[in-house]
């Protein structure tokens, strides 16, 4: 099955700055997911969008979609020291009948009071 | 609103016992319910889904089993457990279908330490 991939691993950060995460997947998809997991919690949706969307905003946050690269970028701007957490991708198959949503291995990013 | 509780939190158990995670849905009628492990820097893999009650899917061959006696009750069981079993355990719910396209709503965890 295919693998969403962010790059990069990990990321720091001062308060104020702008954080970029990116995900790169492999096989055709009909939207991807963006999660957040605060240290020791579970995962709570950020957003959706959807694969004929290219651009999709939501507060401070700003995702874009490039299908023809299998890409997607997670913008987070004027951060602040609470977005600290884990950043995680999911591809949904664009096949039908699939359950699940694949994730990739996530961004810590740390923002710096 | 719809909420999800997955219990217990925490647990340490031994080598070769058994284990029993529960996850309860409230709100909402024949969800599809998922049963997640994070091992510990790695990114969340898909152990079992179900659709209703008593249909269970298994993604990954191991030592581990699911059921679902109720329609919004999920319960992830092992005979006996291995070191390998050790960490993060994540029930989560989604609407009936349309499954990929559904945002997946995640309980609170369960850390499991196998010693």
């Known amino acids: 099955s295919q693998q969403g991939e962010e790059d990069p691993q990990a990321l720091s950060i001062q308060e104020g700055e702008n954080a970029t995460m990116n995900c790169s997947y492999k096989?055709?998809?009909?939207?991807l997911q963006w999660y957040r997991q605060n240290s020791g919690r579970g995962l709570v949706h950020l957003i959706l969008i959807r694969s004929n969307e290219r651009e999709k905003h939501s507060g401070r946050l700003r995702v874009t979609l490039d299908t023809s690269k299998k890409s997607s970028s997670l913008l987070i701007t004027a951060s602040r020291a609470a977005d600290t957490a884990s950043y995680f991708c999911a591809t949904g198959d664009s096949g039908a009948g699939s359950y699940q949503l694949t994730f990739g291995k996530g961004t810590k990013l740390s923002v710096i009071p | 609103s719809q909420t999800i509780h997955q219990w217990p939190a925490t647990l340490v158990q031994p080598v070769g016992s058994p284990l029993s995670l529960e996850c309860t849905v409230e709100g909402t009628s024949n969800p599809n319910l998922y049963w997640y492990r994070q091992a510990a820097g790695r990114g969340l893999q898909l152990l079992f889904y179900?659709?209703?009650?008593?249909?269970i899917s298994s993604e990954v061959p191991q030592n581990l089993s699911a059921s679902r006696p109720q329609d919004r009750q999920f319960i992830l069981s092992s005979k006996k457990l291995l070191l390998s079993d050790s960490g993060f355990y994540l029930c989560?719910?989604?609407?009936?279908?349309?499954?990929?396209?559904?945002?997946?709503?995640f309980g609170e965890g369960s850390w499991l330490t196998v010693v």
């Open positions: 989560a719910w989604s609407l009936a279908g349309g499954f990929t396209g559904n945002t997946i709503y």
């Open positions: 179900s659709v209703g009650i008593g249909q």
């Open positions: 096989t055709s998809i009909n939207n």
